[in-house]
């Protein structure tokens, strides 16, 4: 396989994880919006606080390694997660919903954005 072959591939794979991560954001923060409780709501709220805030920083950086984009981005999401919710709990503005709603809606034109950058990297080469 050729280098530019290789490289399409890699930006075809980080377009579709960036793409699955959307589809986790979307689908948590609408159960988040239509008030779904139960073990969907636990199961999308765990995977979004694991993957969303960290994959939004982490899939711009292109590494080059799955490994360490993984551990950084549950690294990061659990980092920004739970500084947010310090600054919510000081300013006295907590509330779990809330905070999940600010950052499912901060995070998705990133990740629209990454998505239509890597398929057009896997293009255009």
Do not use: K, Y
């Not at 805030?53 to 950086?61: A, I």
């Amino acid at each position: 396989m050729s280098s530019r072959a290789a490289d399409a591939t890699v930006f075809r794979r980080r377009a579709w994880v960036s793409l699955v991560v959307l589809v986790f954001d979307g689908a948590a923060l609408a159960a988040t919006a239509t008030n779904v409780n139960g073990p969907l709501r636990f199961c999308l709220g765990v995977i979004f606080g694991l993957l969303v805030p960290g994959w939004t920083v982490v899939g711009f950086l292109a590494l080059g390694n799955a490994a360490l984009e993984l551990a950084l981005t549950i690294g990061l999401s659990l980092s920004i997660v739970m500084v947010l919710a310090q600054v919510m709990m000081t300013a006295g503005l907590w509330h779990p919903l809330a905070l999940q709603e600010l950052v499912g809606t901060a995070c998705a034109p990133a990740l629209i954005v990454s998505v239509v950058r890597n398929v057009e990297r896997s293009v255009l080469g």
